[in-house]
């Protein structure tokens, strides 16, 4: 069956610093994956998504930016953090077709102070 | 800018009543339909998903569609107090991943 796995569970962070947050699916092949993020009282907005190493999309332009080095490997960074960076970040994988249902990591839950 | 829309709520249904979950969403190409209930502080987990105009089920669920009018509804029978959570509706976009709505709070008391 397939996994998704996603670190770290919570995470602290000033002003300023870097970020990289990682997410690894096991148990699928070329699956497309995504990073969503939910600020409080939010819904999911979506970040970024991938439908193949090095292939990335982005919906929203801001300081952040994600990576795919490896087909099941998705890393989202950011080279200075804003305090508005702070939410529930989510890894996800689906199927090839980007209609295909998304299956959630346990999330990040990140402040920035 | 293509919108998914959900009532906040909270909505309170009693132990054993029928939970009725709508939402609305402006794209009219938009095929596939999801449904994912988010417990407090954790991530979204999938409850089903809908293609087809017409009512699909699985156990006490219940998703129906209507693609004419837009909306597409979820509801839950013999609500229990553990199915007080968050219910997001998705909905997919030509060239683009799933759009979430903000979901709307179920609260089932015993």
């Known amino acids: 069956s397939q996994t998704i796995h996603q670190w770290p569970a919570t995470l602290v962070q000033p002003v300023g610093s870097p970020l990289s947050l990682e997410c690894t699916v096991e148990?699928?092949?070329?699956?497309?994956l995504y990073w969503y993020r939910q600020a409080a009282g939010r819904g999911l907005q979506l970040l970024f998504y991938?439908?193949?190493?090095?292939?990335i999309s982005s919906e929203v332009p801001q300081n952040l930016s994600a990576s795919r080095p490896q087909d099941r490997q998705f890393i989202l960074s950011s080279k200075k953090l804003l305090l508005s960076d702070s939410g529930f970040y989510l890894c996800?994988?689906?199927?090839?077709?980007?209609?295909?249902?998304?299956?959630f990591g346990n999330g990040t839950r990140l402040t920035v102070t | 800018q293509k919108e998914v829309e959900q009532n906040s709520g909270p909505l309170s249904v009693p132990e054993g009543a029928i939970a009725s979950l709508n939402c609305t969403y402006s794209?009219?190409?938009?095929?596939?339909f999801f449904w994912y209930r988010q417990y407090s502080g954790k991530s979204p987990e999938l409850i089903m998903f809908?293609?087809?105009?017409g009512d699909k089920e699985d156990g006490r669920f219940t998703a129906q569609l209507n693609k004419a009018s837009q909306y597409v509804s979820l509801l839950i029978r013999d609500s229990q107090p553990s199915d007080s959570a968050t219910y997001l509706c998705?909905?997919?976009?030509?060239?683009?991943?799933?759009?979430f709505g903000k979901g709307t709070t179920l609260s089932v008391s015993s």
């Open positions: 794209d009219r190409g938009s095929q596939s």
């Open positions: 998705a909905v997919t976009q030509a060239g683009t991943a799933l759009i």
């Open positions: 148990g699928t092949s070329n699956p497309n």
């Open positions: 991938s439908v193949g190493i090095g292939q």
């Open positions: 996800a994988w689906s199927g090839s077709r980007l209609d295909s249902p998304l299956h």
């Open positions: 809908i293609y087809s105009n």
